[in-house]
């Protein structure tokens, strides 16, 4: 049976999050959806790529992606570097044929998503954005429950994408707050938001969008004692209209003083209502307006469905599924969507067009904050 060798770009904490997907399938997985091992790593400096292949048993260090995108012997290309690194490495994937697993969002502007866009024309593998957040056993069943009509008429949307780590003065511009590494809470945060709602209740058709800079001016990452100017947002709230005619909000910022990783959803539709809060993953709220009322309240109210781990076949029930559910759980069924569409030769969803979607959202989301009006999708 065939052992697909793979390549990781980019070792920091998304990079370690798609080795340990890698690492737990086969627990995770009865059957795993196929054979592969991590071979090869690449990092901008050597040691940490040596390090990274100590850490996780793979044979080769470097800092050069070609060492990954046009060796023949590597199967699949993971890219997990900031975002204006992911271009280059991604058309050099494209072109070599290699299966590629995208970190969000696809690249770091529109006109490089673009270049994607053109290239994808000549390209015979699988690829996929790293959108985990589908991939909760609580948002699968609210895409079960929407496309069977439990909502009826989706009417309005709540969505919020909450962190606090740069609610303080003192924090220090790492490459996520700069706009030359394509950063901006923006492609960090919303691009999950603007890819769930897109997925659940989508198309969107406009958007109005405010952005906000808490601080002009912060410590260096690497000189804490030196001040520099912050030019990407740490805030952005927009208003949303789908094609549906749903009018909807979303935020999402990193300025939420004692958020950690909130991810929050509300769906409002005529005959029911969803909820789903990230920090409490095990639970998908369900509203059903055709419940009975009477007497005194009915079953009227919202339902807590215990979604849990409950993966379908092949996977196991580790550790249990009525187990809590966390974080890495969504990104190791998220990586085994991807494996199983290499594995049958099929396209993966969410797929490249769908990072260029999500880019074209975010080039959108940008043009209204910076014009100060509606702008259509």
């Known amino acids: 049976m065939k052992v697909y060798r793979v390549g990781i770009l980019g070792f920091g904490m998304i990079g370690k999050v798609h080795a340990y997907g ?29 390090k990274a292949c100590q850490m996780i048993g793979a044979d080769v260090a470097g800092t050069d992606f070609r060492l990954v995108t046009e060796n023949p012997e590597i199967d699949i290309v993971h890219v997990c570097t900031p975002n204006h690194v992911h271009r280059e490495a991604l058309l ?34 699988t ?10 056993p609580a948002t699968m069943r609210a895409k079960q429950l929407i496309d069977a009509g439990a909502l009826g008429q989706v009417l309005g949307f709540r969505a919020a994408y909450l962190h606090g780590g740069s609610a303080a003065p003192e924090a220090p511009v790492k490459w996520k707050l700069t706009a030359v590494a394509g950063g901006g809470v923006i492609a960090d945060l919303a691009s999950h938001a603007l890819d769930l709602l897109d ?13 906000q800079i808490a601080y002009p001016q912060r410590p260096s990452a690497t000189d804490p004692q030196a001040s520099v100017p912050v030019d990407a947002e740490d805030c952005v709230m927009l208003l949303a209209r789908m094609r549906s005619g749903a009018l909807g909000t979303l935020e999402a910022t990193k300025i939420a003083t004692g958020a950690e990783d909130e991810l929050r959803l509300e769906i409002h539709g005529s005959r029911g209502a969803l909820r789903f809060n990230g920090m409490h993953p095990h639970w998908l709220e ?19 469905i215990d979604t849990g781990q409950r993966y379908p076949a092949p996977a196991a029930a580790v550790p249990s599924p009525k187990a809590a559910i966390g974080w890495l759980r969504s990104h190791a069924a998220c990586l085994a969507n991807f494996l199983a569409a290499v594995g049958q030769g099929q396209p993966a969803e969410p797929g490249l067009e769908q990072g260029i979607r999500v880019q074209q959202l975010m080039e959108c989301v940008r043009r209204s904050a910076a014009e100060r009006r509606w702008v259509e999708t």
């Not at 009865?30 to 790529?49: C, F, G, K, N």
């Open 22 to 50: 890698y690492l737990n399938l086969p627990l995770f997985y009865d059957p795993p959806p196929l054979r592969a091992r991590i071979t090869h790593v690449v990092t901008s400096r050597l040691e940490t790529a040596r």
């Open 92 to 125: 050099s994937a494209l072109q070599a044929q290699k299966h590629i697993y995208c970190d969000k969002p696809l690249v770091a502007t529109l006109a490089e998503a673009e270049e994607v866009q053109a290239a994808l024309h000549a390209y015979r593998g």
């Open 127 to 136: 690829a996929q954005m790293t959108f985990q957040n589908r991939f909760f």
């Open 199 to 211: 997925w659940l209740i989508g198309p969107f058709a406009a958007v109005m969008a405010a952005t």
């Open 286 to 304: 369900v509203h059903d307006a055709a419940a009975s009322g009477d007497p005194a309240g009915g079953l009227r109210g919202w339902n807590r």
